[in-house]
């Protein structure tokens, strides 16, 4: 089981770092931050399908064809952990090493964008205001990391949670084919 969620795990963190990396440098040279993040979420369920593979090939290859909710979740909760966090390395990398301006880009892209939808000027200064704070977290790794978390787990786990309603199996009497 370790090794098939090792697998998966890995093979999902490849996928979601090659694609993150490519968008945010496509995002960040063409400031282009909302179809970015669109692909970027499209991207991350993409390699959540190894959650689904990892599951079925436990439950059909490694267990007689059964498999418990609750241990489906588990492997699919342990993809999700090694791919986010694969995914949260590859950001501070990225980040810290080749795109440091990203925050003054994309606050500066969120203005333009509030000013286009016809903010007040007392709406700017909130918007204003709340991409300050968001760049002052910006300047801590621990907050990067828990913020980058943030974007990524909640995917994995509704994806696990799906694949294990899908696959739970208590069975394998309904398994003929």
């Known amino acids: 089981m370790?090794?098939?969620?090792?697998?998966?795990?890995?093979?999902?963190?490849?996928?979601?770092?090659?694609?993150?990396?490519?968008?945010?440098?496509?995002?960040?040279?063409?400031e282009d931050f909302?179809?970015?993040?669109?692909?970027?979420?499209?991207?991350?369920?993409?390699?959540?399908?190894?959650i689904f593979v990892g599951i079925k090939n436990y439950r059909d290859k490694l267990n007689n064809g059964i498999v418990t909710f609750g241990k489906a979740f588990k492997i699919?909760?342990?993809?999700?952990?090694?791919?986010?966090?694969m995914y949260v390395l590859a950001w501070l990398v990225e980040y810290y090493l080749f795109?440091?301006?990203?925050?003054?880009?994309?606050?500066?892209?969120?203005?333009?964008?509030?000013?286009?939808?016809g903010a007040s000027q007392t709406e700017l200064n909130e918007k204003a205001a709340e991409m300050l704070s968001y760049k002052e977290m910006y300047k801590s790794p621990i907050l990067v990391i828990l913020l980058t978390y943030s974007e990524i787990l909640p995917v994995g786990l509704i994806v696990s949670?799906?694949?294990?309603?899908?696959?739970?199996?208590k069975s394998n009497l309904g398994a003929a084919v």
Do not use: Q, W
């Open 34 to 50: 909302e179809s970015s993040m669109v692909l970027g979420y499209a991207s991350m369920i993409l390699s959540f399908s190894l």
């Open 76 to 85: 699919g909760l342990y993809i999700t952990l090694i791919a986010s966090t």
């Open 99 to 117: 795109i440091p301006d990203f925050m003054d880009k994309y606050t500066a892209h969120v203005m333009r964008e509030a000013g286009r939808e």
């Open 161 to 169: 949670l799906i694949s294990a309603l899908i696959l739970k199996r």
């Open 2 to 30: 370790k090794r098939n969620i090792l697998i998966c795990g890995l093979i999902s963190g490849i996928i979601v770092v090659i694609l993150m990396v490519y968008m945010s440098m496509a995002c960040y040279k063409n």
